[in-house]
């Protein structure tokens, strides 16, 4: 009698500490389905993490240190359903294995500088091209792959840092940067930008998220309803480089002035579209800089969930995954196809350095550069 008294407390003490594990693990696993441990490594000495926000409404987004990546953006739909809206890896694994900029933080440059060539204080400099002969969101090694200090101040709030060196992927100065992505109540992604410098440079800091609002993307993106505030943009040639016009949408498919579904006329015979393999071009914005205008807008109509984009940028990339081809696999499993997310980057005109009657991109000594951009999500 007095064994099986003793068998059953150990079972039950066995028992209790394997719910405490499950406990462990549960409490490990984000909203989205994600755990901290998967992100936790030393790349290059430095250590990675997942930062987790959450506001009173449910609303969450996951965040790593490695690139200023956002990982998971989860939002409730019409339904109250809540769905992650962004495309990404399970685990730091996926982002250092495979090529890519999903959710990623893009400097020093965001999108392209022609011929990989800057001129700075009348100094030319020769950048890494990796993109057609040209230098694409900073090069090979842009801060996409680099592993950024992080604090988080409070629940909704996550604080990026890191200086890239003078000379780093070919650009002059010492540039301090800090990236501040803050959670709000009312359901947006509030992302300021920040940096500092000791030489002159060039800087265009962008947030690189591929969103896809039906929260699954094994659904292509094409029947979400884009608004474009911006009565013209940049074409580009056959190599994605913008060409230095400004043309009016007036009259062409890249006209978003008013709801269009994405892939209403992403097929038609039209130069630029075939040039871009799709829409990966650059809006000149009507906004002005002016934070409280909406930039743009996407709209799932299935889900009822809304993204509105404001920025103080004078220009938007927006990319239809276009080059996505069913050789990345990310979260839970899902292959990426074509047109399974759209990109919406604020930003500097591409090839600004090199095009001096666009919006300047330089930084001087003494000066701070500041940019802020803000994914406001909601139900339509």
Request: negative net charge.
């Amino acid at each position: 009698m007095n064994n099986l008294i003793w068998m059953l407390a150990i079972i039950a003490i066995v028992g209790g500490c394997t719910n405490k594990q499950k406990k462990v693990v549960e409490e490990e696993m984000t909203l989205s389905g994600l755990k901290k441990s998967n992100f936790q490594a030393i790349i290059n000495g430095d250590s990675t993490n997942l930062y987790v926000l959450k506001n009173a409404n449910g609303m969450e987004v996951c965040i790593t240190n490695f690139g200023g990546r956002i990982v998971s953006v989860m939002v409730p739909d019409k339904d109250g359903e809540m769905k992650d809206v962004v495309l990404g890896f399970d685990s730091i694994l996926g982002y250092t294995s495979v090529d890519n900029n999903f959710g990623a933080t893009i400097g020093r440059y965001g999108n392209r500088i022609a011929n990989g060539k800057i001129t700075v204080a009348g100094v030319e400099y020769q950048l890494p091209k990796n993109n057609y002969g040209h230098t694409l969101h900073g090069g090979p090694n842009g801060f996409d792959k680099k592993v950024f200090k992080a604090n988080q101040p409070d629940s909704q709030t996550v604080v990026l840092t890191c200086v890239s060196p003078d000379g780093e992927a070919g650009f002059p100065g010492n540039l301090n940067v800090k990236v501040t992505m803050k959670l709000t109540q009312d359901n947006a992604i509030d992302i300021s930008y920040e940096a500092e410098t000791d030489k002159e440079t060039v800087v265009n800091l962008t947030n690189h998220s591929y969103f896809n609002l039906s929260g699954d993307p094994n659904n292509t993106i094409l029947n979400e309803l884009l608004t474009i505030n911006a009565d013209a943009y940049t074409p580009i040639d056959s190599t994605f480089m913008t060409t230095g016009k400004i043309e009016k949408v007036d009259g062409t498919p890249m006209d978003f002035r008013t709801p269009t579904p994405i892939g209403a006329r992403i097929n038609d015979d039209f130069e630029q579209l075939k040039n871009g393999k799709g829409y990966d071009h650059n809006w000149v914005l009507n906004t002005n800089g002016d934070i409280s205008q909406v930039a743009a807008t996407v709209y799932d109509q299935t889900t009822g969930i809304r993204l509105d984009v404001f920025t103080t940028e004078p220009g938007l990339q927006v990319y239809t995954g276009n080059f996505l081809d069913g050789t990345i696999t990310g979260k839970k499993g899902v292959t990426y196809m074509k047109h399974s997310a759209i990109c919406l980057e604020s930003q500097k005109y591409p090839d600004s350095p090199n095009k001096p009657k666009w919006p300047s991109p330089y930084l001087k000594p003494g000066e701070k550069y500041s940019s802020r951009c803000i994914y406001k999500f909601s139900v339509q």
